[in-house]
């Protein structure tokens, strides 16, 4: 009866060793690879920096950073030691004495004052498991935790942890935390500052030194004792550490440039993916300059607000008297002032990186950016390429032409100048039998007209008439095949309009191309990115200045020369008080609702635009020179600071004669207007001048007043 019973037990127990292990192999089978540990990598920060290094921006899901084990003040271990797992070198990836240890004096002071899970089951929880307590979860945490121990090297799972571990506030990892709480590198950490780390990830939220500093102090406290106990530190260290005065410095991300951060992000993610992009730790080098960023930031939307006190009362009075006339019904001005929009954009010439981009007043409102998305009527700042056009058809800056009433026929395939219809009576006259939309009659901003003027005075002047005989004459598909050489891109309409700026063309598209003007003839694309680095320092990308000869040194020097009066003595004049060689072009498109400015020194091009978003006019009488042109000044003042300035150069083969400045002849001693003219060699004029000036000189003057 015995044995009976003696084989019946062993057959028990026999068949429930064979079920428990078919049980624990099923279990253990459900446990995740911890082979996945070998090329693990958790979710890190990708920093953008400007080209000096300066943090711009972050992309990230969780806010890390990773660090090696030998770049972690030994402080910071030995106190996540002393206050986790102070037997860590010791056990086998679990500890029985501690969780005992930890049970007793939880129990005794009534609260969690210590855990009991050791280091290596706290990271296979974090990196494989769920918060979720139950036993599976438990069992599944201790296995995993003894295979983690068989696997890897002490240092190996706590460098692991280390980078792992939350401390609240969006920071993963010593390294975020050492930043987010303290602004500084984890390398220069105190321990002072390593002890109250190392107390946070038990309740982050409950001992967050930035909303509880208290609480969290308390817990340094229990940390710097622990850490004497162990005889990591001595009593000296462990009092001076906590008598010490804690700087929670909260970092935040920088608010600078979100619309050239965006411009990134819309160009890096459809190469890049976002796994990598947000969780890959990139570092992305650029070519921005963060403090110029700052400045014009500033200045713009100080410009911006002035226009609005100023100007947005009159601009609604215009919005409703067109939606009036639109809708044939009275329409009440808005006691709301909208909002005016512009952009800015500044390009180092000699590279064509973008040093400063402004995309719009506030990104949180309109992620729209202005400076790369928004097509706009370039108005007067499309001239420079209807005068280099010319330039290179051989016309000269002392090329003379007629800025009088001039009107054109369609003759059913193209528009006709009407020859001899210079003044409004013969126009009139011309015209009469004609219908509306066969007859086209332009007109000059201030619809006054000032006779006989060079290429330069027209210029300097923004004189519409002249623009738009010079693109007869020379015909706009040429000007078009130019501005396809200068990189823009966007369609223009081969039309005598687009002389004045008629095509829609963005920012960035004008900046660059007159950046070949700043580069002496050079075009350079303009990129934003100068490398892109993974988080072990391999190069993924690496961008060099992109370029090509798309103007002749000398015609290009010509073009700035031409430039250069707009500011001297034209429509730009409010860019003189800068201290530097400046050349540029403004703009203004039909009815004022864009105001442009395209400017530029031997070392930097900016451009500056203004305008509603709804395209509704900003204000009669209202023009790029009194309302852009002073701010614009403003931030190339700040871009100069730290520029030592240039000339621009004179290329070989310009010859420089005196002309007279009213005919563009050879001048005479009698010449009362003489100026010392720019010609590529070769085209100088070869006639002395044969005017009588006292009489020119009267019309003229009549003419001005």
């Known amino acids: 009866m015995r044995r009976k019973i003696f084989y019946t037990l062993l057959s028990l127990l026999s068949l429930g060793i064979i079920c428990g292990s078919i049980a624990l192999r099923t279990f253990l089978e459900t446990l995740p690879n911890i082979g996945t540990l070998e090329t693990y990598l958790p979710q890190l920060t990708t920093r953008i920096l400007d080209h ?3 943090l711009v921006s972050e992309f990230f899901t969780e806010r890390r950073a990773w660090v090696s084990l030998n770049d972690i003040p030994l402080d910071l271990q030995n106190a996540f030691l002393a206050i986790e797992d102070d037997r860590f070198y010791e056990h ?6 501690g ?9 005794l002071s009534g609260r969690a004052a210590q855990g009991g899970s050791t280091i290596t089951q706290q990271l296979s929880k974090l990196i494989f498991l769920t918060q979720e307590k139950t036993l599976t979860r438990k069992i599944k945490e201790l296995l995993l935790a003894l295979q983690i121990e068989r696997e890897f090297s002490k240092e190996e799972i706590l460098q692991i942890y280390l980078n792992q571990v939350y401390f609240g506030h969006g920071a993963y990892g010593v390294s975020a935390a050492a930043k987010i709480f303290f602004a500084k590198k984890v390398q220069d950490l105190t321990l002072s500052e390593s002890s109250l780390l190392a107390g946070l990830p038990r309740l982050p939220q409950y001992y967050s030194p930035i909303l509880h500093l208290d609480r969290a102090q308390g817990r340094q406290s229990i940390v710097l004792a622990r850490m004497q106990e162990l005889k990591f530190i001595s009593p000296e260290e462990a009092k001076l550490a906590k008598k010490s005065s804690l700087q929670i410095k909260r970092f935040s991300l920088p608010t600078t440039a979100p619309y050239f951060v965006e411009y990134l992000r819309q160009n890096l993610e459809p190469k890049y993916g976002n796994e990598l992009l947000y969780r890959g730790g990139l570092t992305i080098q650029t070519t921005l300059d963060l403090d110029l960023q700052n400045s014009a930031e500033k200045i713009f939307t100080g410009a911006m607000e002035q226009f609005d006190k100023e100007y947005g009362p009159s601009a609604e009075l215009l919005r409703a008297k067109e939606k009036s006339k639109e809708l044939k019904f009275a329409v009440k001005p808005s006691t709301t002032v909208t909002k005016i929009q512009g952009s800015l954009l500044l390009i180092d010439p000699k590279t064509g990186g973008i040093r ?8 949180s409102e309109s992620q729209f950016n202005r400076a790369t998305q928004s097509k706009r009527q370039p108005g007067s700042t499309f001239k420079p390429f209807v005068w280099l056009t010319a330039l290179e058809e051989g016309y000269t800056p002392a090329t003379i032409q007629e800025d009088l009433p001039i009107a054109f026929q369609n003759d059913g395939q193209d528009w006709r100048l009407i020859e001899g219809a210079t003044t409004p009576f013969l126009i009139q006259k011309a015209t009469s039998t004609l219908k509306e939309n066969q007859v086209w009659v332009p007109n000059n901003y201030d619809n006054k007209y000032f006779g006989a003027l060079t290429l330069r005075r027209a210029l300097a002047f923004s004189r519409n008439l002249i623009s738009i005989r010079l ?12 501005c396809k050489k200068l990189g823009i891109s966007s369609h223009l309409d081969p039309v005598l309009s687009l002389s004045l700026g008629t095509s829609v063309v963005n920012l960035l598209e004008l900046v660059s191309a007159f950046g070949a003007f700043a580069g002496e003839g050079i075009y350079r694309e303009p990129y934003a990115i100068t490398k892109i680095t993974d988080f072990q320092g391999q190069v993924l990308e690496e961008n060099f200045p992109i370029e090509k000869e798309v103007i002749s040194p000398q015609i290009n020097y010509l073009m700035t020369s031409l430039l250069r009066s707009v500011v001297t003595e034209g429509t730009g004049k409010g860019a003189k008080s800068l201290d530097a060689q400046v050349a540029g072009k403004t703009g203004t498109s039909q009815d004022q609702r864009d105001l442009w400015f395209i400017g530029f020194t031997p070392e930097i091009v900016c451009g500056a635009w203004m305008g509603y978003d709804d395209f509704a006019p900003l204000g009669k009488k209202l023009s790029a020179s009194g309302i852009v042109v002073p701010w614009w000044t403003e931030i190339m003042r700040e871009a100069l600071k730290m520029i030592p300035s240039k000339d621009f150069p004179v290329p ?3 010859t420089f004669v005196k002309i007279d400045r009213l005919t563009g002849a050879l001048a005479i001693p009698s010449c009362p207007k003489v100026a010392l003219e720019a010609f590529k060699t070769g085209t100088e004029p070869k006639e002395f001048c044969s005017v009588d000036h006292s009489k020119k000189q009267l019309l003229e003057m009549e003419t001005e007043e």
Do not use: T
């Not at 086998?92 to 004495?97: L, N, R, V």
């Not at 400063?356 to 990104?363: E, K, P, S």
């Not at 004459?473 to 078009?480: G, L, S």
């Open 52 to 54: 000096k290094g300066q």
């Open 92 to 97: 086998w990836g679990i500890s029985p004495q």
């Open 99 to 107: 969780m005992l240890r930890a049970a007793i004096k939880n129990f």
């Open 356 to 363: 400063a981009l402004i995309g719009g007043r506030n990104f």
């Open 471 to 482: 693109i007869y004459q020379i015909r706009p598909q040429k000007v078009i095949e130019r």
């Open 652 to 654: 070989d083969g310009i």
